[in-house]
């Protein structure tokens, strides 16, 4: 009885992992470009789910047509939040961006409680809802198309920062601004085109999860941050670290509320970030930055 | 242009001081409600219930001649902001009572401004300690939590599933709703197997429930509102767990069943008797005013009168009877209402008395189950 109860806890700990995987995958795009952390990437989250809504509801698109279309509207906000929120800046210092970044979220926040309402919605899931049993444990078909998506996002990005001219220089970008301005890279397109991967990618992990906790105009404010714990733990890498961090931080989230307490769930992910950042800032994964004197 | 505009301020006065001649002062009554915010599925539909009530009120004449005027403001369910709302109704807008507020956190913080200024307040918030000890000028109109847990208890007992595992949520309402349910516990024969929360913006309590799988309880009580009880329902039917799932009163809408879709099938829950108002046996003394309320409130807002706001209703009713009796004053009104025998409101059959300030007893709820995404009366 008891492995069964840690499989199970294991298992919703690995999905609710994965969306903070991705959520994290986003806050380290556009860091590694820009150096921002933008705290509005939850609120892209909450957009794609409510969204999705809109366009099965109000414009009775089917399915396979109403994500992309959801995330082509959240992609579209994420653009005119670069365009009008961080490019006009002229004296980016960290502190400004920051205060941008969390005053761009409220405001999404504010128009989409103004557009969706208050209430939760609840969307319909993507093939159904028998529960599948594995081993003593059983999850959701919705759990696996979770995974099968993210795996599927992990390797495009893989490929795009990889194998393409354009991933690659968004990866020297984040080596060295000035060097890659110098052999002729233009930066700021560089942190548009981060600002449209990571807003779709928001914008697909609030897809998928919506079905599962169902969608209001606040989600975002704490899948955003546990979505940062992630990054965080994952040393703010665009790759495998960062998925890593976030399956650990659900599956202690996920087990820490199951042996330990179910109060304290929230808090568990809260006390992970601080001994990460007093212990070991650089994240699990990553190598400690070193200065040349 | 000076003889123009002289004649215009004549003309203006005229019309303002006749105006005003003509009208008997309004009865200004205030209402504090948590339209915005949190509790806003309480505020909302009691703000709305409340306007809708004194204008009929007022249609119809008024009380003795005179109109009552409602003078609401939103707290947006913070307990700060309903305190400063509240000094100013009474100081600023001069209000004779107070109906509200929502929750029962804001009602807490409220009350003892109004036994200051020697206001009576109407609650729509459950928690008992509005009322318990007894507070002179304090009355509410929600039925008690404590209530809501003895008819879950009592049919539990009866039915011999006396094994109970408990999951609430991590506010006001949960922590409440989880005090009663403790100490009610050995009144009635029922164990409690565990003892488990959950947070309010909490998307995912399959850990919980995994849990409470595993100490084999034959009943699940969850205590909370909206959304956690529906994520609640659709992780059991995931986990594939079959033990009776029995809910709080804070889910008694239309909204919970469209939440939880297909899990929330079976699932009991004690309820205000305005969710089955329909099928009420004729002889029940609340069917009239439930049924009125329930279509009127169809009528002007296009949406189902549920039994949030209902409290609201009973609230402005009971007020309205208090000033037919001839009341005017402040103090008079308490006087009158604690006078209050038999009135069949939304909530139940109210009668207040120098002891008892919540009024309502055991038949204020009825246990009912989702069936065909719709409720009926359990027997």
Not at chain 2, 50 to 65: L, S, T
Request: proline share 4%; hydrophobic share 45%.
């Amino acid at each position: 009885m008891q492995f069964d109860q840690i499989l199970q806890y294991t298992l919703s700990g690995l999905s609710t992992g994965a969306i903070y995987a991705l959520i994290g995958i986003g806050f380290s795009i556009i860091y590694n470009a820009t150096g921002i952390i933008n705290f509005a990437q939850g609120e892209f989250v909450m957009l794609g789910g409510l969204l999705t809504l809109s366009c099965l509801e109000l414009l009775k698109l089917p399915l396979w047509a109403a994500v992309p279309c959801a995330v082509a509207v959240s992609t579209l906000v994420g653009i005119l939040f670069e365009r009008l929120a961080i490019r006009p800046l002229r004296q980016p210092t960290p502190i400004n961006l920051v205060i941008i970044t969390i005053g761009g979220s409220i405001l999404i926040r504010g128009l989409a409680m103004l557009v969706w309402g208050k209430d939760t919605h609840a969307v319909p899931p993507f093939s159904g809802d028998t529960p599948i049993a594995i081993g003593g444990a059983t999850i959701l078909p919705q759990h696996l198309w979770i995974f099968a998506i993210t795996l599927i996002i992990i390797f495009i990005n893989k490929v795009y920062f990889y194998r393409t001219i354009s991933g690659k220089a968004m990866r020297a970008c984040s080596y060295n601004r000035r060097a890659a301005g110098l052999v002729g890279i233009d930066v700021k397109r560089m942190v548009l085109f981060s600002f449209i991967i990571s807003s779709a990618m928001g914008a697909v992990a609030g897809i998928i999860v919506a079905p599962l906790t169902m969608t209001a105009y606040d989600v975002g404010v704490m899948l955003g941050l546990k979505g940062f714990c992630a990054a965080i733990i994952g040393g703010m890498s665009s790759g495998a670290s960062t998925v890593i961090g976030g399956l650990i931080l659900g599956v202690l989230e996920s087990l820490g509320a199951g042996l330990i307490s179910s109060g304290y769930k929230d808090a568990i992910a809260f006390i992970i970030l601080l001994l990460i950042l007093f212990i070991r800032p650089q994240g699990l994964f990553g190598k400690a930055d070193s200065e040349r004197v | 242009m000076n003889v123009k505009v002289m004649i215009l301020v004549i003309a203006a006065a005229t019309l303002l001081f006749s105006a005003v001649s003509f009208a008997a002062a309004p009865i200004k009554i205030g209402a504090l409600f948590a339209v915005t915010g949190p509790a806003a599925f309480l505020g909302e539909p009691e703000r709305n219930s409340a306007r809708m009530v004194i204008d009929e009120i007022n249609k119809a004449g008024g009380v003795k001649g005179r109109k009552l005027e409602l003078v609401a403001y939103d707290t947006a369910g913070d307990a700060t902001k309903a305190v400063q709302l509240a000094t100013k109704l009474i100081k600023d807008d001069k209000v004779v009572a107070i109906i509200g507020p929502s929750t029962t956190g804001e009602t807490m913080a409220v009350i003892p401004v109004t036994e200051k200024e020697q206001i009576p307040l109407i609650s729509c918030s459950a928690g008992s300690k509005i009322t318990d000890p007894i507070k002179k000028w304090v009355f509410k109109t929600a039925q008690n939590d404590a209530l809501a847990v003895g008819k879950i208890y009592e049919y539990l007992q009866k039915t011999k599933q006396t094994k109970v595992s408990i999951l609430s949520v991590s506010d006001g309402f949960g922590a409440s709703g989880r005090e009663q349910l403790k100490s009610q516990a050995a009144k009635y024969g029922i164990t409690i197997v565990s003892d488990d929360t959950y947070g309010p913006k909490d998307t995912d309590m399959t850990a919980q429930l995994t849990k409470i799988r595993g100490t084999h309880a034959q009943a699940i009580i969850c205590w909370g509102t909206n959304p956690g009880p529906a994520v609640i329902a659709k992780n059991v039917r995931q986990l594939g767990i079959k033990t009776p799932l029995f809910m709080s009163h804070g889910v008694s809408s239309k909204k919970f069943i469209e939440l939880a879709g297909e899990a929330a099938e079976g699932i009991k829950l004690p309820s205000g008797k305005v969710v089955v108002a329909d099928v009420l046996p004729g002889s029940d003394k609340q069917k009239k005013p439930l049924m009125a309320f329930v279509m009127d409130y169809q009528k002007h807002y296009k949406a189902e009168g549920d039994h949030f706001g209902g409290h609201a209703w009973d609230a402005v009713m009971l007020l309205r009877n208090a000033l037919e009796n001839g009341a005017d004053t402040a103090a008079a009104i308490r006087d009158q209402l604690e006078k209050t025998r038999s009135f069949a409101g939304i909530g139940g059959s109210f009668n207040y008395s120098p002891q008892d300030h919540a009024g309502l007893g055991k038949d204020a709820f009825v246990l009912v189950e989702v069936k065909n995404k719709d409720w009926v009366i359990v027997k």
